[in-house]
């Protein structure tokens, strides 16, 4: 489906710029799961996927920018320089730890969310929050889901799978059925990529691995049925969605041509509609096929604040796909400031 085929998108020149991919990163969650067992296990495990070149990169590159993770006034002087007005925080994927024990997840997600409030609340007219919840433990999804919003914050970050479950696991039908009936934002951004060891030179467990991750989990809520069975469900993917929306049209045809692909009532292209994508994809020309695939009304501005893997200039980069007019103001700002207003 194309944009021409959708609504007119939405806001103007007037409306605020608003970046709906920033993280903030907590200390206290991993002071938490210190020493707790699993933990070890966990990081070893992404040792192995990432490699020991990309652990040593990273752990300097989040060093460097712990004041814009963690400081408030910090953040909003380099969002003033961005000529960005608001951004939507969540938490590090870092802090999902979903090898967590239950009751270790419990503390952990109260924890997240409510210092991920506390952070917000010191500029509420410009930093509005995400939680998390425990994807591993799915009985406890929804109890984190009401948490999060009752400190004020707008919806919840996960990943793109669980280990042993998929997004399409039943187990995660309540939590779905919550998320919609509260208006609640579901933020998808995945953190690490099953295919392990294969990824561990040259960073590609990030350039290969994130668009994977997300095409995969964008595909386990479409393909299952998850999209038909929750309308109301407002989902924003990372990345841009990852490889799914500028190939859909694999998709499409695997639907058409085999009855083991046709899970969903529609053509997987058709879901596109009615799912939000952020614009980091850092192409011009990926940009425009993605505003072309999904709709203008559908891409929100993101710069994956401050991590290196972003952009520093997220105006600059969505200005350098010469969209028209009103579709780059509504990526910009307008389509955002209006998802966020319902909540």
């Known amino acids: 489906m194309t944009a021409d085929a959708l609504p007119a998108a939405q806001g103007g020149a007037s409306a605020r710029t608003v970046d709906v991919h920033a993280h903030v990163l907590l200390p206290e969650v991993e002071a938490l799961v210190a020493g707790v067992p699993g933990v070890d296990a966990a990081r ?199 490889y799914l929306p500028t190939h859909i049209g694999r998709s499409d045809h695997a639907w058409a041509a085999r009855t083991d692909a046709a899970g969903c009532a529609r053509p997987p292209s058709s879901y596109l509609a009615r799912l939000y994508f952020d614009s980091l994809v850092h192409d011009p020309q990926v940009l425009r096929s993605l505003v072309r695939a999904a709709g203008a009304d559908r891409v929100l501005l993101g710069s994956d604040f401050p991590f290196d893997m972003g952009t520093e200039d997220p105006v600059g980069a969505l200005r350098a796909a010469g969209l028209p007019d009103p579709d780059f103001h509504a990526v910009r700002g307008g389509n955002a400031t209006a998802l966020l207003r319902k909540d």
Not at 203 to 228: C, K, M, R, W
Request: proline share 7%.
């Open 44 to 242: 070893a495990l992404d040792a192995r996927r990432n490699g020991p070149a990309a652990l040593a990169v990273s752990g300097a590159m989040v060093r460097a920018r712990l004041p814009k993770l963690t400081d408030v006034a910090v953040r909003l002087t380099a969002m003033d320089t961005q000529g960005v007005d608001v951004q939507l925080v969540s938490p590090s994927p870092s802090h999902y730890h979903y090898w967590a024990d239950e009751e270790t997840a419990g503390k952990l997600y109260r924890l997240a969310n409510e210092a991920t409030a506390a952070h917000c609340a010191r500029a509420p007219d410009r930093l509005r929050g995400l939680g998390l919840v425990p994807l591993q433990h799915p009985d406890l999804a929804v109890e984190a889901l009401d948490h999060a919003r009752a400190q004020g914050l707008l919806g919840v970050e996960i990943s793109s799978h669980a280990p042993g479950r998929e997004l399409s696991d039943p187990a995660y039908e309540p939590l779905w059925a919550r998320a919609a009936e509260t208006g609640s934002l579901l933020f998808l951004h995945p953190f690490g990529c099953t295919l392990d060891a294969r990824l561990d030179r040259w960073y590609l467990s990030n350039t290969v691995g994130q668009p994977t991750e997300n095409a995969v989990a964008l595909s386990h809520l479409i393909f299952s049925g998850v999209l038909d069975r929750h309308p109301g469900l407002r989902i924003i993917a990372a990345h841009g969605g990852g």
